[in-house]
């Protein structure tokens, strides 16, 4: 789908294809799910025109494509130039455009544990959250992976390029961290409160240790 480079159209009058509004179950994030994205503006989605068979762009998400981060990532790349200037494309999931959520602070999970007190409404909404900002911190990886891949730079530059992808990997592993002790609470429930197995998962969660699978000499004292 969305082959060629595409033109700006009225989506309306050519009658293109309706995508249906995803709902809450279809986005459900199992982890057998494929997650797809679309690319947008912020006003405008680029949709497909099955007459022309040409990407365009088109003010309903309904109209917009849903496909894998790389197909997305080939049809961003060769947007005509019309389209193009028309805005500030990026690439984001579905999810993200259809429920957006506003972010928070990381919430004190530990402390809910030990004193009994766990909001499990607030928990399931900030599951939401860090599956959002995730997936944005694996959009942000991944262009500082490509980046070390494609140029050469000197020691300021692959430095501050280091420092960078440092930083996001702390990011993504507080993220994933912090997810895991909810899925922890919900999926012990009150139950495992009580009998302090939920604490025990958090506990060793929190004292685990990387075990290297091939430098190790990197990580000796």
Request: net charge positive; with cysteine.
């Amino acid at each position: 789908m969305g082959r060629g480079k595409g033109k700006l159209v009225n989506i309306q009058a050519r009658g293109c294809q309706l995508w249906q509004l995803p709902t809450e179950e279809s986005l459900a994030m199992d982890k057998g799910k494929t997650i797809k994205y679309v690319i947008t503006g912020g006003n405008r989605y680029i949709g497909f025109d099955k007459e022309t068979g040409e990407n365009i762009a088109v003010e309903n998400f309904k109209y917009s494509v849903k496909l894998k981060y790389v197909r997305a990532a080939i049809i961003l790349e060769n947007l005509d130039a019309e389209i193009k200037r028309l805005e500030d494309w990026k690439i984001i999931s579905v999810m993200e455009a259809v429920s957006p959520i506003p972010r928070g602070e990381p919430l004190d999970i530990d402390g809910m544990v030990n004193s009994l007190h766990v909001d499990f409404d607030l928990l399931i909404r900030r599951k939401k959250i860090l599956r959002l900002e995730y997936l944005e911190i694996e959009r942000e990886i991944t262009d500082l992976y490509h980046a070390m891949e494609f140029y050469n730079l000197n020691v300021t530059s692959g430095f501050r390029l280091y420092k960078k992808m440092q930083e996001k990997l702390i990011e993504r592993r507080k993220n994933k961290d912090e997810a895991l002790k909810i899925h922890y609470v919900l999926s012990g429930g009150t139950k495992g409160l009580l009998n302090n197995q939920t604490k025990e998962r958090i506990e060793k969660l929190n004292h685990r240790q990387y075990q290297p699978r091939a430098f190790k000499e990197l990580f000796m004292a």
